[in-house]
Nanobody, 129 residues
């Protein structure tokens, strides 16, 4: 069964850092754009980062720009989300997602087109202390 797996979540103090990872079994990620999303309790899901399949394009909303950075290591079939200077409002479950047809890395699509999306199970991040 093909799965996206996120890892790296946990508890961090305000101002601290975490690095999330997104890996996939069964096939290579290097032809897919990857979007990172988060959903806090009682709130709608929001995109926080996107990286295109060739790594040339990235996108971040203003809420995380300058603090979060997405990167990919195709040799390890892994996408990373480095989160720095974290704030309590970054608390959420974080998900990565891909789509069979690559969409633009931008505020509407985050690399997805609704063709055949694949989502991970999420990793929980809590910023408190």
């Amino acid at each position: 069964q093909v799965q996206l797996v996120e890892s790296g979540g946990g508890l961090v103090q305000p101002g601290g850092s975490l690095r999330l990872s997104c890996t996939i079994s069964a096939f290579s990620l290097d032809t897919y754009a990857v979007g990172w999303f988060r959903q806090a309790p009682g709130k709608e899901r929001e995109g926080v980062a996107c990286i295109s399949s060739n790594g040339a394009n990235t996108y971040y909303p203003d809420s995380v720009k300058g603090r979060f950075a997405v990167s990919r290591d195709n040799a390890k079939n892994t996408i990373y989300l480095q989160m720095n200077n974290m704030r309590p409002d970054d608390t959420a479950t974080y998900y990565c997602a891909i789509d069979q047809r690559e969409g633009p890395c931008g505020p509407r699509h985050y690399g997805l087109t609704g063709t055949r999306e694949l989502w991970g199970q999420g990793t929980r991040v809590t910023v408190s202390g």
